[in-house]
């Protein structure tokens, strides 16, 4: 009888992050679910107050168009069945449904910095989506959590992440960035200005001297503007006219191809900038060279979503008695021991 697996989604890069995963399932039951909440957070989304991140929106939106695109079956909040096994890329929140089913946490991409709203999560228990990314993996929910690189996995043990329940397996749409080398984008050997929607997330956003600061590393280089997906576009373009008048701005389309292309990437706080650290481009970022470096998600020619799937397999059919040594075990078995540093 075939196992069933709830792959619990959110923004468009976590959509297609576990449809790649689910391609290497296909012997069991997989089903799909856009990101959802309980209580007082889902009373909130139907009032349409959690629009700005992946409970509603865009996000929502963009993610239920993909998976109808892609006729992939859909379990709203998995409440049709019981499942023996939840693939989800945020455990901000823990849905009530899936504490007793085996649980798998991929990381996303990048996380935010520890800024004050998380110490005041951590000291005093407060829900963990009020920090955002920064508390990413501090639920303790999973039985695996499967990070991009050894890099990743020294940070989020240095937040309190168990060592022992994660996985270097890198991640997927972010392990092979040399494959958006061969593209169609017509444009070349410009200046790539990437925006985040860090205002949209209620957060401080200097966006006024971030676009003045990007048109004088660019000289009298074109200039490319590509805009977050959740930002509000008018006024987005609107900024950019100020200081940049006739500037090509795209709201729209993969970034890999625009990254790939050009010679000076700048970014606020996006995790395409790891494109640009795996292609060796010019980096302007609110990071740190050498620390985007030290956290850069491996890249190991595409595999990670198998490798993700690999360990889904083997946690599915591991008596519970023995969950606790199920990293261990994986690193031993996979072979991931040397080759990502576990």
């Not at 049709?80 to 455990?91: E, G, N």
């Not at 979503?305 to 946690?315: D, P, T």
Request: with cysteine; net charge positive.
């Amino acid at each position: 009888m075939k196992k069933n697996i709830l792959l619990i989604c959110g923004s468009l890069n976590q959509t297609t992050m576990m449809h790649k995963i689910s391609n290497y399932l296909q012997d069991y039951h997989c089903y799909f679910t856009p990101y959802y909440a309980e209580g007082f957070l889902a009373f909130l989304t139907r009032l349409g107050l959690t629009n700005f991140c992946i409970l509603g929106g865009k996000h929502r939106k963009a993610t239920e168009e993909y998976l109808a695109k892609h006729q992939l079956p859909i379990d709203f909040g998995g409440r049709s069945r019981k499942y023996d096994l939840v693939i989800t890329c945020s455990d901000l929140i823990v849905q009530r449904n899936i504490r007793k089913s085996r649980i798998v946490l991929v990381q996303e991409g990048m996380t935010e910095p520890e800024g004050l709203m998380f110490k005041l999560v951590k000291w005093f228990k407060l829900p963990r989506w009020l920090a955002n990314t920064s508390t990413t993996g501090l639920s303790y929910a999973y039985d695996l959590f499967c990070v991009a690189s050894p890099g990743y996995r020294d940070l989020f043990v240095k937040k309190g992440v168990k060592r022992e329940k994660i996985l270097v397996t890198g991640i997927p749409n972010f392990d092979h960035a040399a494959t958006y080398l061969r593209n169609d984008f017509p444009e070349k050997d410009y200046v790539l200005v990437a925006t985040s929607c860090n205002r949209e997330n209620f957060k401080w956003d200097n966006r006024m001297d971030f676009l003045k600061k990007a048109v004088q590393i660019a000289g009298d280089r074109p200039i490319i503007f590509k805009l977050h997906p959740n930002e509000i576009e008018e006024l987005a373009r609107w900024e950019i006219n100020q200081v940049a008048p006739g500037a090509k701005v795209i709201s729209r389309g993969d970034i890999g191809p625009m990254i790939a292309n050009c010679q000076t990437l700048i970014t606020q706080t996006t995790s395409a900038v790891y494109i640009g650290v795996a292609l060796g481009k010019e980096i302007y970022s609110y990071f740190d060279k050498k620390q985007l470096e030290r956290l850069m998600p491996i890249q190991n020619g595409g595999t990670s979503a198998q490798k993700i799937a690999s360990a889904c397999r083997h946690l599915i059919h591991t008596p519970r008695y023995q969950l606790k040594s199920v990293a261990r075990k994986l690193r031993k078995r996979l072979g991931w021991q040397t080759t990502n540093s576990n």
